[in-house]
């Protein structure tokens, strides 16, 4: 592993703050390995593939340092609360031990809090008993900033380990403005993992001084390449930070 260090983080730092995101709808099984051994290349934190693709996923990155976690209820958050469950024991089964839900959106704007929390829940609940951990979705593109309260609110009381921003296909993904409030309203105890739009070093460094602790991302590669690049001096630093966390994955 190794130890080069750059802005006062360490190669390791940055890798496993990486989801390696996998959730496109037209990637093929080819594209999906390739995928998973570039993440145990990269020893990022996880990969993050669609339910079909966790029992593959876990056989190539078996013996990794690597985590294979999946999606629940994505993308919309609309599935009835026993098929999040069903779909989580199944996960699970298959091999994931990292679980992202997406909350019940409608729910949330119709000011049902209370049903909230208890979709949330029972995937805690299953998660919680195999091992494994859940981060909870919001689509903050179509939410309040009292709605991302509220949600961080129902998250945490419901045992969520994360609170995450978008799926990646909405209208806009993190912001840094969004992430700031996710952290300020969660305890610290509860970790905040943005998706949909860091692609760069320097937007994953800008999220990490947040409070970020997890980041969805589609250019792992682009990222850690120019962090060894920059730990070793062979690229110029950058101008200016200047990038934001907006858009999709």
């Known amino acids: 592993m190794t130890t080069e260090t750059y802005a006062g983080r360490t190669y390791r730092d940055v890798a496993k703050t990486i989801d390696h995101s996998l959730l496109r709808p037209e990637l093929d099984d ?6 998973c051994r570039l993440a145990a290349r990269y020893d990022v934190a996880s990969v993050c593939v669609k339910p079909v693709d966790v029992a593959r ?3 190539i990155l078996a013996g990794t340092d690597v985590k294979v976690g999946t999606v629940i209820g994505f993308p919309h958050g609309s599935s009835v609360t026993a098929t999040k469950v069903f779909e989580s024991q199944r996960a699970l089964a298959d091999g994931a031990v990292e679980l992202d839900m997406v909350i019940d959106i409608g729910a ?3 000011g049902r809090d209370a049903d909230v929390r208890a979709d949330i829940a029972a995937v805690v609940e299953v998660a919680h008993a195999a091992g494994a951990i ?3 979705i919001f689509e903050n593109a179509y939410l309040t900033d009292d709605e991302k309260v509220r949600a961080c609110h129902a998250s945490e009381a419901a045992g969520a380990d994360f609170v995450k921003t978008s799926t990646g296909f909405a209208p806009t993904g993190a912001t ?3 992430l700031a409030l996710m952290r300020r309203t969660v305890s610290p105890h ?3 993992k943005a998706a949909g739009g860091v692609r760069t070093l320097d937007a994953l460094l800008a999220v990490m001084d947040l409070g ?3 980041c969805g991302a589609t250019a792992t590669s682009t ?3 120019d962090f060894r690049a920059r730990a070793s001096g062979t690229v110029p630093e950058p101008a200016a930070a200047g990038t934001t966390a907006e858009g999709g994955y």
Do not use: N, P, W
Not at 30 to 35: C, L, N, R, Y
């Open 176 to 178: 840094h403005e969004d």
């Open 134 to 136: 859940v981060k909870v």
């Open 223 to 225: 990222i850690l390449d």
């Open 57 to 59: 996923a876990a056989a």
């Open 190 to 192: 509860v970790q905040v």
């Open 212 to 214: 970020v602790t997890r």
């Open 30 to 35: 080819e594209f999906v390995a390739d995928g």
């Open 108 to 110: 949330l704007r119709s």
